[in-house]
């Protein structure tokens, strides 16, 4: 399908509909081992265009490694991803190793690779919040402030797809709220599909969805509100966590009208 | 008073830290010092090599290096300890078997401590082509692949994701950091090639603020040791190449004075 925008770039609202039916990315089947440890068990994962799921699970659960396989830097030993063709991703990694023996600044870390305009590059960094540290070395922005540097790389890709890796890790409260905003607003914005990787269950509960939470296998998917009624969710994250997440969500529950719910409405077969 | 191996040996000393300035400052950028370390001990096994198959040694060594990169290249992907490990054992072999191998070739006396230490002054016609080809193939390599080898610089999960071929890209490197390894080792030795990599690259950091000025300040500060190396070499007659070492060396001490900070924010 043609993806069409409108003059600002952004997608226009026919083709978010249209884009919405299929998926941009799906996983299925997929499986993973690192010697005979099993990583992932047959793992099914899809994301739509203006749609947020948010991946959950404890350490180890082999999100990162999923994460990697649906970017295609790793291959699964079975199993198959299905990229809607010519799907641009935009990434923003966990973190990044920054040595000061290597001279770049924010600005030349942004435009390594493709050259931007700089009425964009200024745009962009307004959007994220990080138009004060253009100038600075990348080896002296803080953690916070280089989520920020992440994902502004990843928004001036003008991504269909954007997978951002704990976005949140390192954050301070007060701009934490800030960054859900933003999330929301970019999805608006851009009608594109966001995929989270998240331990932060505020997030997850506010801004996503669908949330798919991982234990190797898929051990429950759906929107927060059934995840959080889910006794597997429950088993694995404790009685506690869950309880706080359904009294949280029955509070907090909203649709975002923006956008029609692009999610076909029985989409429980991974549970 | 200046004789022709002289300019021989100014030439080609310049040519190669013209490709050692970049390539070692991936090699700082990336903290692969060890890799070149590790090529710079397969270097008797190809003299070893080329004795048997009756090639240049040099030519030799070129491609044994090349051989050993790519080894390499395979067992950092599916090392079964760590790489660190896996690279101290074969190097050490490398460097041992070819030790023996040279030992038997009885009728052919090797002069080791010219490969040991290197000899900048016995450069000759053929390797000043040798040292010059790969010259520029390795800069041309290198501008061509410039922006992928700064992607993966920078992490190669970001690389690959937006599409870099981040395995060819680091072959490319590797190999690119053989070719230097071969040709330097003519010049300052095997036991000091990976210093006329590692040393401009370093004292170069403190004069740069961008990337591509890194690697010509890199370039630069190698040549000018090499000048400044040779001469002072001809004036107190001591070994040219640890001269030349010892003036980047210099070039390094005093980057230290220079406070990086004010470099960048200028």
Redesign the interface.
């Known amino acids: 399908m043609p993806v069409i925008r409108n003059g600002n770039g952004l997608l226009t609202d026919e083709t978010i509909a249209g884009l919405g039916r299929t998926p941009l990315i799906k996983a299925l089947k997929i499986c993973v081992s690192l010697g005979r440890r099993s990583v992932l068990e047959s793992v099914d994962i899809e994301v739509h265009a203006g749609e947020i799921v948010t991946l959950v699970g404890l350490n180890g659960a082999g999100k990162s490694t999923l994460v990697?396989i649906l970017?295609?830097?790793i291959q699964p030993d079975e199993g198959t991803v299905e990229r809607r063709p010519g799907l641009k991703?935009g990434?923003s990694?966990q973190r990044?190793?920054r040595?000061?023996?290597?001279?770049?600044?924010v600005r030349?870390?942004l435009t390594?690779?493709t050259p931007f305009a700089p009425e964009r590059l200024e745009a962009v960094l307004q959007e994220v919040g990080a138009s004060a540290i253009l100038?600075h070395?990348m080896a002296e922005v803080s953690g916070g402030e280089l989520h920020r540097v992440l994902l502004a790389r990843a928004l001036l890709?003008n991504p269909e797809l954007l997978?951002l890796d704990e976005p949140l890790a390192g954050v301070d409260i007060a701009s934490q709220s800030e960054l859900y905003g933003l999330l929301t607003r970019i999805r608006d914005r851009y009608g594109c599909g966001i995929l989270l990787v998240s331990h932060d269950l505020h997030l997850v509960m506010k801004e996503t969805d669908k949330v798919v939470c991982l234990n190797k296998h898929v051990c429950c998917s759906g929107t927060p509100r059934e995840i959080a009624r889910d006794p597997a969710f429950s088993t694995l994250f404790g009685k506690h966590i869950s309880e706080w997440l359904a009294a949280y969500s029955h509070s907090h529950d909203h649709r975002h009208d923006a956008l029609e719910d692009p999610a076909p409405p029985n989409d429980k077969e991974e549970s | 008073m200046f004789a022709d191996f002289f300019f021989r040996a100014l030439i080609g000393g310049i040519a190669i830290t013209l490709a050692a300035g970049p390539i070692g400052c991936f090699v700082v950028w990336l903290q692969v010092a060890y890799f070149g370390t590790a090529l710079a001990h397969t270097v008797l096994l190809g003299v070893a090599l080329g004795y048997l198959l009756s090639i240049d040694p040099a030519l030799a060594v070129l491609i044994t290096c090349f051989l050993f990169a790519g080894c390499l290249m395979l067992l950092e992907r599916r090392a079964p300890v760590s790489l660190d490990t896996v690279l101290g054992v074969l190097a050490h072999i490398a460097l041992a078997g070819g030790l023996v191998a040279l030992a038997f070739m009885e009728q052919m006396r090797v002069d080791l401590l010219g490969y040991l230490f290197g000899d900048i002054l016995s450069i000759g016609h053929a390797d000043l082509w040798l040292i010059t080809g790969t010259v520029a193939v390795t800069l041309t390599a290198v501008s061509w692949q410039w922006h992928n080898l700064l992607a993966i610089t920078i992490d190669r999960d970001l690389a690959a994701a937006e599409g870099v071929p981040v395995e060819r890209v680091r072959l490319l490197l590797i190999f690119l950091l053989a070719a230097v390894i071969a040709i330097g080792m003519k010049m300052v030795g095997m036991l000091l090639v990976v210093a006329l990599v590692i040393i401009p690259a370093a004292a170069a950091r403190r004069f740069a603020s961008t990337p591509e000025f890194m690697a010509i300040m890199a370039a630069v500060i190698g040549a000018i040791s090499v000048g400044a190396g040779l001469m002072v070499s001809l004036a107190w007659d001591i070994p040219a190449g640890p001269a030349i070492v010892l003036v980047s060396g210099i070039f390094f001490l005093a980057g230290l004075a220079n406070p990086v900070r004010k470099v960048f924010r200028s």
């Open positions: 990697r970017l295609g830097i991703i990434y990694p990044l190793r040595d000061p023996i290597f001279p770049v600044t030349r870390f390594l690779g100038s070395p890709r997978v």
